[in-house]
């Protein structure tokens, strides 16, 4: 088991814990998100270290100079076509070779993503503090009180097996 913790990041295999950011070396930030992607790869993101990926044998450092949007991973999605995306202070996608980062300019205009979701039409899904973002594969659709959105807070976002949308935040559900 992989734990992200505020004292890095953790590994448990059934007897013991390991402190994995200790033993390895690695960057010491706290680790504030996980996910294995479809090679088996290890994803860690962290608050101002940027990622980690490690492939079961060595971990490769993934920061801003590499083209993520901000060295603040707080959350990490896979979708269908295996592109990784990593929320923090902005949105970035990578395709296996290269990170592509949204900001304002390309209609995101929010910060803290906690949270992404793929929905049954390919569109990824952004929870942030006080926003809900939808991408359609070309453009960001920022959900608001014209919608019928009024929910202050952090706004975690689900996908459940029948494809409905699934966010809450201080306010509720």
Do not use: C
Not at 7 to 16: F, I, K, N, Q, W
Not at 61 to 90: A, K, P, Y
Request: glycine share 14%; charged share 20%; proline share 2%.
């Amino acid at each position: 088991f992989w734990l992200a913790t505020w004292h890095g990041v953790m590994r448990y295999d059934g007897t013991s814990f390991t402190n994995v950011t200790y033993r390895e070396g690695l960057r010491r930030y706290r680790a504030f998100s996980l996910l294995e992607d479809h090679l088996q790869n290890i994803w860690l993101g962290t608050t101002g270290a940027g990622l980690y990926r490690y492939d079961g044998r060595t971990y490769t450092n993934f920061t801003t100079e590499d083209g993520l949007v901000d060295n603040t991973v707080l959350s990490m999605m896979q979708d269908r076509d295996n592109n990784i995306w990593f929320g923090g202070m902005g949105v970035s996608k990578y395709d296996g070779a290269t990170f592509t980062s949204f900001n304002n300019k390309d209609g995101f205009s929010s910060s803290d993503v906690n949270s992404i979701s793929q929905a049954p039409d390919g569109s990824i899904w952004f929870g942030t503090r006080g926003a809900l973002f939808r991408y359609d594969g070309e453009s960001f659709e920022n959900f608001t009180e014209r919608h019928g959105l009024n929910i202050p807070g952090y706004i975690p976002t689900l996908f459940d097996r029948r494809g409905r949308l699934w966010f809450g935040g201080e306010n509720g559900l």
